[in-house]
């Protein structure tokens, strides 16, 4: 089955503990991002993935890291996570750039 | 600045209605677009994809292009219940390789 993963789907974490979502896909996508959803704001990205090793910033980058060492894998990295990083994750993926978006089933994410 | 702006709604539709969702955004020069659903606490879902002006039409969806205007819209004719949900408007602007999402309009279906 055509599919984009994520763990965990819930974590609850304090701040500055390191943590790691990962994000896999099985369809051969070039294309991958990571989104934050948060109310009021809509899906927002944090970094996308051209391909393998080719990663840029989206829009709201800042506190994140991203790697992209295999073409199916993406992971999202919280280095010290903080309260104001406590949101929806999403991980997604497309065939490339201006196709359609695949989306994971979300990584609910709390700082304390 | 790049922007999509959706109205937020609440809208709300009877049964067997026709549903009108309408999205704006700034980038002139945008590819590709796109209409997502979202059920409270799930992930989005295409419903359509557009990148050439004009009506695309699949099953009850109808996505509306007009580029001169820089508006997308969604008609979904004969609303259900099941339709009750967030709706997603998204855009590849051309300038760069980011995606860019509305907030969403939420959408009920009155039975």
């Known amino acids: 089955e055509a599919q984009v993963t994520q763990n965990p789907r819930y974590l609850i974490t304090v701040t500055g503990k390191k943590l790691t979502v990962t994000c896999s896909q099985n369809m051969n996508h070039e294309y991958m991002s990571w989104y934050r959803q948060d109310p009021g704001l809509g899906l927002r990205q944090i970094y996308y993935?051209?391909?393998?090793?080719?990663?840029d910033k989206g829009d709201v980058p800042e506190g994140y890291k991203v790697s992209r060492k295999e073409k199916r894998n993406f992971p999202l990295i919280l280095e010290s996570p903080s309260p104001n990083q406590t949101s929806l994750y999403f991980c997604?993926?497309?065939?490339?750039?201006?196709?359609?978006?695949?989306f994971g089933p979300g990584t609910r994410l709390t700082v304390l | 600045q790049k922007e999509v702006e959706q109205n937020s709604g609440p809208l709300s539709v009877p049964e067997g209605a026709i549903a009108s969702l309408n999205c704006t955004y700034s980038?002139?020069?945008?590819?590709?677009f796109f209409w997502y659903r979202q059920y409270s606490g799930k992930s989005p879902e295409l419903i359509m994809f557009?990148?050439?002006?004009g009506d695309k039409e699949d099953g009850r969806f109808t996505a509306q292009l007009n580029k001169a205007s820089q508006y997308v819209s969604l008609l979904i004719r004969d609303s259900q219940p099941s339709d009750s949900a967030t709706y997603l408007c998204a855009v590849n602007f051309r300038a760069g390789n980011q995606f860019y999402f509305g907030t969403g309009t939420s959408l009920t279906v009155i039975p």
């Open positions: 993935s051209m391909n393998v090793e080719v990663t």
């Open positions: 997604a993926s497309s065939l490339g750039m201006a196709d359609t978006q695949y």
């Open positions: 557009i990148y050439s002006n």
């Open positions: 980038d002139r020069g945008s590819q590709s």
